[in-house]
């Protein structure tokens, strides 16, 4: 049999339960709800030596297919409150925003990217960038890359 290794996509629905518990019990530790696996363990209810077995073999399927990012390029004036007036829009429309960086001004501007997850519910790229393009001290707003 070959050695490497194989990934496959099961419905949790046909797995056994320990395989959803240690995926829950990675999760409370990595938002630091739980502050130790061990405390995790008990807390979802399975041991510590079955977490261990599994932990670096279980892990969540995020479907990268189905997800898309998109990267927008901002101008903005160096302002008060124009980069919060744009962290506000997009949280209105729903925007799940990966990365942010911004540079220090300079001539009076500062250039801000923003890596933006799309997913449900969220305005479309065209829509983001229109409405922020619209915002006051924004000179100006480019889509790098996305639909």
Do not use: W
């Not at 510590?48 to 479907?63: E, G, L, N, P, T």
Request: charged share 20%.
């Amino acid at each position: 049999m070959d050695k490497r290794t194989r990934y496959i996509v099961v419905d949790t629905a046909v797995l056994p339960e320990i395989f959803s518990k240690v995926l829950e019990v990675k999760k409370l530790v990595a938002e630091k709800t739980e502050r130790s696996f061990s405390s995790a363990c008990k807390r979802i209810g399975i041991s510590r030596s079955a977490f261990y077995k599994y932990r670096d073999c279980v892990f969540a399927y995020d479907d990268k297919m189905t997800q898309q990012i998109v990267n927008i390029s901002v101008t903005l004036r160096d302002q008060v409150g124009v980069l919060s007036n744009v962290l506000t829009t997009l949280y209105g429309m729903h925007a799940n925003i990966l990365t942010l960086n911004q540079n220090i001004p300079v001539d009076g501007v500062a250039q801000v990217s923003l890596s933006l997850k799309m997913g449900e519910g969220m305005a479309n790229p065209i829509a983001i960038t229109r409405a922020i393009s619209e915002l006051h001290g924004v000179v100006d707003v480019r889509l790098l890359s996305g639909e």
